[in-house]
């Protein structure tokens, strides 16, 4: 009997790729993963990454995404927290410059002000975040395609002409920083970021955050192993270096972070062993934007229909959720299928 399920394409194995192809699934999708166009590994493999949701140009998507991203890393955190390395964690956020307040965030995140407020502060407030381990988060989502039958094939692909194989109705482009070439996308920019894993031996409770004071940002998150420290944000910088001087700056940083914050031991933070890594995340905008997420549907004269899905920027892990269900349903408008039933229960 010939299979009559639709058969899609993901290009890209990264955060927005795996939550695509599990949505696209879900939905009664025959479903393939290719690896991405860069040659480069996923941004999402080291991303700190705590829930962080970046505002695009459009107010009304960006509350729809961020929404439904909560809420499935709240179901995973609850359903799934041991295997996938979701918790729903404390952050204290100090910002030093005006903060645009939404008050649908605010209540999402359960955020309220701290108190007395730090001289010098414009804000500092405490909320409730998914924290995303993406050591074990990225291989969950992995285990989780290959359990519902997804195959994940190492595979770059220079061309939507090269997936038509008479097999497949769509591709859904997932391939981050490889849309430059492969949708032609000069928007699509890199953004080279570094941060550190230290051990937790000073018992820091919670995540720490601010909004660069000087123009360089720090930030603590704290996970079940380890505290994972940052961060830079270089743009159109395209390499997987990490340097002395921009790893002791972060140190230094986070240090006074935390002591801003009140931890007596701040000053003995990061003294043992440290692990770096730098990654590049695509961004994708005008000049000074970095969210433009790009979600559409795009025509081919030969080949088969492509969706697009990139251009994450900082916020991939973050909104992931939300516009792989986007992604989904320009692919497949006609399921009727609850899009994460199965994978967060």
Known sequence: MTDSRPGVVVIGSGVVGLTTALELRVRGANVR?????????????????LFTPYPGPDETVFRSRTER????LAA??????????????????YNYHPHESRAWLDRLMDTRPLTPLPEGLCAATSSRRPHVDMRRYLPWLERRARSVGIEIISRRVGSFRDLDDGATDTVVNCAGLGSRTLAGDGLIKPMHGQVIHVQNDIGVERSVHDDAPGGLVAYIFVFRDRLVLGGTFDADRDDHRTDEDSIEGIVDRCRGLLR??????WNDLARGPRTTFAGVRPTRG????????RVEREEQTNGP???????HGRAGVSLAWGTAAEAASLALPASTARPDAAIIA
Do not use: K, W
């Open 286 to 293: 005008p000049a000074g934007a970095f969210e433009h997420i």
């Open 260 to 265: 801003l914050d009140g931890n007596p031991r």
């Open 69 to 72: 991203s909560y809420a499935a």
């Open 76 to 93: 995973i955190a609850s359903n799934h927290a041991d295997e996938s390395g979701v918790h729903l964690g404390v952050l204290h956020e």
């Open 33 to 49: 993963v290719y690896t991405d166009a860069s040659g480069h590994p996923p941004a999402s493999r080291i991303a700190p990454a």
């Open 305 to 311: 229909v492509v969706i697009h899905n990139y251009g």
